[in-house]
């Protein structure tokens, strides 16, 4: 039997259990895919400690997981664009990839390029939509200097590369390991804490034009009220509080989830023009190391669980 991670009820990593499925049978339009490898999120973190309850409940046992990349394995009535043996990557909406085996819809899936390295395939979804969306929501473009911050994190350090190659100039809020990686992405580091806006001012001549928070607790409102940056060049991907009370944008992954999007991703990382960090590389047996590490919240890039 196909193994699958589970938990049966909210909690701490120590929930999490992979444990024998019932092997799932594809449906009309759908691809069952032998997973390779699976990117995980803080917000699938969030969802198993019941900390989004209110918004997205979970039913138990619950699966997890929505970035995958794998092999398909069998598709279902009406799938044509696909068959047995196919190389995709792609998402699942139903908590499901954290997983040997996983159904997806057709049009959640698209072609893996062959030389595109399976973890990077499999963690690009969640973080590299997200990226997208929220340089798309700030407008970032030649001339503009667009600060981000966690910018060495998942979506970070994607956003970071995107908003270059849009040709804006990008200042990264990120700890001290992480400034010698944006560096070499032509991102201008700068340390978080104490006296962060000075030093903002200071690497920027004093005007920044749009701002990107991946991280919360506070830069939404540090880009309105002291760097001068208007509510609708603000994106956060985590503040609904500070968005709301600013009028900031709020443009995250269901914002960017498209397969033209995720195309469009991973052909500028099959030519190289975006890298995807792979912090490490969990099996899937490891899914509670996985997550501890990625609740420290200093990662640089994506961690990946294959099975
Ligand atoms: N709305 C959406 O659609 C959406 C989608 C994806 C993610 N999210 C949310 O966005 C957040 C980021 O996700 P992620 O996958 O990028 O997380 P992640 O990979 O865990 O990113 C962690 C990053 O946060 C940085 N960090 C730690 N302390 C910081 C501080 N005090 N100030 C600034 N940065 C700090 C770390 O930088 P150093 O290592 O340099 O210290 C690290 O690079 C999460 O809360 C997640 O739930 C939302």
Redesign the pocket.
């Known amino acids: 039997m196909p193994r699958a991670v589970r938990f049966d009820k909210y909690g701490d990593v120590d929930v999490l259990n992979v444990v024998e499925v019932d092997r799932p049978t594809p449906g009309s339009g759908q691809v069952l895919v032998r997973v390779k490898a699976a990117g995980i ?3 699938e ?2 969802i198993r400690k019941g900390l989004l309850h209110e918004r997205w409940p979970a039913t138990f046992p619950s699966g997890e997981g929505s970035d995958m990349a794998g092999v398909v394995e069998e598709v279902g009535a009406s799938v044509d664009a696909f068959s047995p043996g196919d190389e995709v990557l792609g998402w699942t909406d139903q908590r499901a990839s954290h997983a040997e085996l996983v159904l997806a819809p057709l049009d959640q899936l698209i072609r893996k390029p062959a030389d595109v390295p399976w973890e990077v395939a499999g963690a690009l979804f ?2 590299g ?2 990226a997208y ?1 929220a340089v798309r929501a700030v407008g970032a473009s030649t001339g503009d200097t667009v600060v981000v ?9 994607l956003t970071v590369q995107l908003a270059r190659l849009a040709g804006a100039a990008v200042i990264g ?6 400034h010698q990686w944006l560096l070499e992405h032509g991102v201008v580091p700068v340390a ?2 104490d006296g ?1 806006v000075g030093r903002i001012r200071e690497v920027s001549d004093g005007h920044v034009d749009a701002l990107i928070d ?4 506070g ?1 939404v409102a540090m880009a309105i009220d002291e760097l001068g940056v208007a509510p609708d060049r603000v994106d ?3 503040d609904w509080d500070a968005a709301q009370k600013y009028g900031a944008k ?7 989830a498209s397969a033209e999007v995720l195309t469009e991703l991973v052909a500028l990382v099959d030519r190289g023009e975006l890298e995807v960090p792979i ?1 490490r590389v969990y099996p899937l047996d490891q899914v509670r190391d996985a997550y501890r590490e ?10 990946v669980l294959v099975p």
Not at 214 to 217: L, N, P, Q, R
Not at 250 to 256: Q, T
Not at 294 to 303: C, M, Y
């Open positions: 999120n803080p917000g973190a969030s969640v973080a939509v997200t969306a911050s966690g910018a060495a994190g998942g979506v970070g350090s809020l990120a700890g001290e390991s992480n978080y804490g962060v991946t991280f919360g607790g830069y956060t991907i985590i709020m443009e995250g992954s269901a914002a960017g912090a990625l609740e420290r919240r200093h990662t640089r890039g994506k961690i």
